[in-house]
């Protein structure tokens, strides 16, 4: 079963940093975007960020300049940097158009959700 596996989430003051990671598990052939969203308390699920197989990359506007998405075949990062308050959410991974080795259909994934609290 494929699926995806988030890691780096925790509390930290603001201003300071978190990394978060995903790593694929399970036989993936190719992701088409990978990237990140958050839902802070009350909030709807955000998009922040975003990398594509062909390295374009986009940022949500509260994310400019203070994170950094990166990625690999089949994980991705978000180096978080200069953390507010209001960065406080449920960081999700997201892989779209993933095709696996069983299938020519292709599916999204959601990772589980990593935790990030920033307190001031």
């Known amino acids: 079963q494929v699926q995806l596996v988030e890691s780096g989430g925790g509390l930290v003051q603001a201003g300071g940093s978190l990394r978060l990671s995903c790593a694929t598990s399970g036989s993936i052939k190719t992701i088409d975007v990978m990237g990140w969203y958050r839902q802070a308390p009350g909030k709807q699920r955000e998009l922040v ?21 990166s990625r690999g075949r089949d994980t991705v990062f978000l180096q978080m940097d200069s953390l507010k308050p209001e960065d406080t959410a449920v960081y999700y991974c997201n892989a779209k158009r993933v095709q696996t080795t069983s299938s ?17």
């Open 49 to 69: 960020a975003y990398n594509t197989i062909s390295d374009r990359i986009d940022y949500a506007d509260s994310a400019k300049g203070r994170f950094t998405i």
């Open 104 to 120: 020519y259909r292709y599916i999204e994934l959601w990772g589980q959700g990593t935790l990030g609290t920033v307190s001031s």
